[in-house]
């Protein structure tokens, strides 16, 4: 198993038809979501790239697993995601805007680019410590996961409302 970043498809000398199975390492970058970092551990994984040749272009087909750590949206504990990301790709040549991969360029495939793309697009809305956490107080910033029932607060008044307080009615 090698490390691949940039496949050249040319050297495959593929023609209309034929495919290949390639097991491979992706470097998978860190991802920002939110202004949160979520970074793969370990941050190389394996996986299967299946390249086949049409008549003018490319279908590609790329598999892997990633496990995903970052901090809660909810609370800022450490959280995690495991992943299984199964992306598909067509490049035809001529073939219109929905079938150009923006991946290739002549015959070589940015596999790194295509990988943290797929990723991103595969992520979670809220990557979250629990489906159930609690988040942070709004007013004190505890995590609401290890204050008791008890936790409470006398919110202060919205000082928007402030000139209300000093209308006297009789």
């Not at 290739?104 to 595969?122: Q, T, Y």
Request: glycine share 10%; hydrophobic share 35%.
């Amino acid at each position: 198993m090698s490390r691949t970043d940039v496949l050249d498809l040319g050297r495959l000398a593929l023609t209309s038809g034929e495919g290949r199975r390639f097991e491979t390492e992706l470097q998978v970058e860190p991802l920002e979501l939110g202004g949160q970092t979520y970074a793969a551990r370990p941050s190389t994984v394996a996986a299967v790239l299946d390249v086949s040749r049409t008549t003018s272009g490319w279908s590609l087909r790329l598999r892997y697993r990633v496990a995903l750590e970052g901090p809660c949206v909810r609370c800022l504990e450490d959280a995690g995601t495991a992943m299984e990301i199964d992306a598909c790709e067509v490049d035809q040549p001529g073939g219109g805007e929905d079938l150009s991969s923006p991946y290739i360029s002549g015959d070589e495939l940015r596999l790194g680019d295509w990988a943290r793309d797929a990723l991103a697009l595969a992520l979670p809305t809220k990557v979250v410590c629990d489906e159930d956490c609690l988040g942070l107080c709004a007013i004190c910033g505890e995590n609401l996961n290890h204050a008791g029932p008890g936790h409470a607060h006398e919110r202060a008044p919205d000082p928007r409302w402030a000139k209300l307080g000093e209308l006297r009615l009789e």
